[in-house]
C-alpha cells in the first residue's frame, strides 16, 4: 500500500528518519546527564543533529506534498511512487546510516550523507522535469520552491565536502543556511499559496489575499537570512552589520505577525485544523522578533543572552507546527478521512506550542541544563504519538474506498 500513492511512501519514511533523528537527540541528552550509554563521538553530535533535523524529514515530508499537489497546479500528470522510490530511499537509508556513522565512524557518516545527497538532488531534478514539462500559465510557488530544492542540495553536497576537509564550522553554516534558503522557502512559498486558499474555504468572512509581493517579500526575508549568516561566519562580531539585521528582522517580524492576522489567524480558531497552520505561520513573524531582540540584547551587553532561542523558534515553533498540521491534514484527506484534527492531535499540538516556550527559555543564558533534555523529551513524545496516529494509514486503502 505504500506504493499505492507518492505521499504514502514519502509521509512514511519521512516519520521514520523523524523518530529516528528524535529518539537519538533525547538520548544523546540523556547520557550528557547521566552517562549511562557510554556513547562516543565520530562526529560532533550538534552539527550531526542540525543536518539530519534540516534535511533529514523536511524533503521526505515536501514530497509527500509537492508530487501530490504540485502536478495539480502545474497541470502535469502525476508521478507514481515507483517513480519516486529510490531518490526517496536513497534519502531515508543516508539519514539512518548518518546517524549510526556518527557513533561509529566518520567516513560511514559520509557515506550516509552521499546517499542522502544522491537522493536529494535526484528528486529535486524530478520536480524540476515536472515544471519545465508545465504549460500553466502561473507556475512561480512550483518554481520557487524548486530553486529552494536546487540550494538546498548544493548546500547538502557543499557541507559534505566542507565535513570531509574537518571544516566542520563551515558545514553547519552551509547547513544552517539551507535552513533558510531550502526549508523556510519552500514553506513560505507553499505557505502564500496554499493558506489564504483553506481558511477562504471554510471562513467565507476572510477572504483569499496573497499578493505576489507578499511572496517576493518572504523569499527576500528568508535570503537575508542566509546572507546574514555567512555575513556572521566572515565577519563576526560586526556591530553595525548587527544594527542592520536587527532593523530588518524587526521590520519583518512586524509585517509578517500583521500577515497572519490579516490571513485570519484570531478567526481560525474554531476550526482546530485551521488553527494549527495559522499558529504555525505567526512563528515565523515571532522568529524575527526574538533574533532581533536577541541582536539588541547582545548590542547592549556585549555578549549573547539568547543563544538559539531564535533558531528553535523557527524550526520547532514555525517549521515543526506546519509540518504537523499540514501533514495531518493531507493524510486525512488522502484517506478518505473528514479534514478535521481530533482531540489527540489537537493536545499534541498544544504540548508542542508548549515545548517550544520551554526551549526559548532553556537558551537563556544560566538556566540549568536538565531543562534542554526536558525539550527534547516532549519533543520525542509529540512526534512520535503523532507519528502513531498516522504512519498506519499509509499502509491500508483509503476508507472511502475511492484509490489513492
Known amino acids: 500500500m505504500l506504493m499505492v500513492a507518492p505521499h504514502r511512501l514519502s509521509f512514511f519514511l519521512a516519520m521514520l528518519v523523524l523518530v529516528a533523528a528524535s529518539g537519538w537527540w533525547l538520548l544523546v541528552h540523556?547520557?550528557?546527564?547521566?552517562?549511562?550509554?557510554?556513547?562516543?563521538?565520530?562526529?560532533?553530535?550538534?552539527?550531526t543533529h542540525a543536518a539530519v533535523m534540516v534535511f533529514g524529514f523536511m524533503p521526505l515530508f515536501f514530497s509527500g506534498f509537492l508530487f501530490t499537489a504540485g502536478p495539480n497546479w502545474l497541470r502535469v500528470e502525476h508521478p507514481t511512487a515507483q517513480?519516486?522510490?529510490?531518490?526517496?530511499?536513497?534519502?531515508?537509508g543516508g539519514w539512518l546510516l548518518w546517524l549510526a556513522g556518527a557513533h561509529w565512524h566518520a567516513g560511514v557518516a559520509l557515506a550516509g550523507l552521499a546517499l542522502a545527497c544522491a537522493g536529494l538532488?535526484?528528486?529535486?531534478?524530478?520536480?524540476w522535469r515536472l515544471i519545465l514539462a508545465s504549460r500553466a500559465p502561473d507556475r512561480m510557488h512550483a518554481k520557487a520552491a524548486g530553486v529552494?530544492?536546487?540550494?538546498?542540495?548544493?548546500?547538502?553536497?557543499?557541507a559534505g565536502v566542507a565535513l570531509a576537509?574537518?571544516?566542520?564550522?563551515?558545514?553547519?553554516?552551509?547547513?544552517?543556511?539551507?535552513?533558510w534558503g531550502f526549508i523556510v522557502v519552500t514553506y513560505v512559498s507553499v505557505a502564500h499559496r496554499?493558506?489564504?486558499?483553506?481558511?477562504?474555504?471554510?471562513?467565507?468572512?476572510?477572504?483569499?489575499?496573497?499578493?505576489y509581493w507578499l511572496l517576493w517579500l518572504m523569499l527576500g526575508v528568508a535570503a537575508f537570512e542566509v546572507l546574514a549568516l555567512w555575513v556572521d561566519f566572515l565577519l563576526p562580531a560586526a556591530v553595525a552589520w548587527t544594527w542592520v539585521v536587527m532593523a530588518v528582522e524587526?521590520?519583518?517580524?512586524?509585517?509578517?505577525?500583521?500577515?497572519a492576522l490579516r490571513w485570519g489567524l484570531a478567526q481560525s480558531f474554531g476550526i482546530p485544523l485551521l488553527a494549527m497552520l495559522h499558529i504555525g505561520f505567526v512563528w515565523l513573524g515571532l522568529t524575527l522578533l526574538y533574533s532581533a531582540a536577541s541582536q539588541a540584547l547582545w548590542l547592549s551587553r556585549g555578549s549573547p543572552v539568547l543563544g538559539l532561542g531564535a533558531l528553535h523558534a523557527l524550526s520547532m515553533g514555525f517549521l515543526g507546527s506546519v509540518m504537523i498540521a499540514m501533514v495531518t491534514r493531507v493524510s486525512c484527506g488522502h484517506s478518505g478521512r473528514p479534514l478535521v484534527a481530533d482531540k489527540l492531535v489537537w493536545a499534541l499540538f498544544w504540548l508542542l506550542q508548549i515545548t517550544v516556550g520551554l526551549r526559548l527559555i532553556a537558551a537563556v543564558q544560566g538556566v540549568p541544563a536538565w531543562l534542554t533534555g526536558l525539550v527534547a523529551l516532549l519533543w520525542a513524545v509529540v512526534v512520535t504519538a503523532w507519528t502513531?496516529?498516522?504512519?498506519?494509514?499509509?499502509?491500508?486503502?483509503?476508507?472511502?474506498?475511492?484509490p489513492g
Open 121 to 127: 538532488a535526484w528528486m529535486v531534478g524530478f520536480f
Open 148 to 158: 529552494g530544492g536546487l540550494v538546498g542540495s548544493l548546500c547538502l553536497a557543499g
Open 83 to 92: 517513480q519516486l522510490q529510490w531518490p526517496l530511499g536513497l534519502q531515508a
Open 388 to 402: 502513531l496516529r498516522y504512519a498506519s494509514w499509509y499502509g491500508r486503502p483509503r476508507i472511502d474506498g475511492k
Open 30 to 47: 540523556i547520557d550528557r546527564v547521566h552517562g549511562w550509554f557510554g556513547l562516543g563521538y565520530a562526529l560532533p553530535p550538534t552539527l
Open 194 to 211: 496554499m493558506l489564504p486558499f483553506f481558511t477562504a474555504n471554510v471562513l467565507p468572512t476572510v477572504k483569499s489575499w496573497r499578493p
Open 250 to 259: 524587526l521590520a519583518a517580524g512586524a509585517l509578517l505577525v500583521g500577515l
Open 165 to 179: 576537509g574537518e571544516q566542520t564550522a563551515l558545514a553547519l553554516v552551509l547547513v544552517r543556511g539551507a535552513l
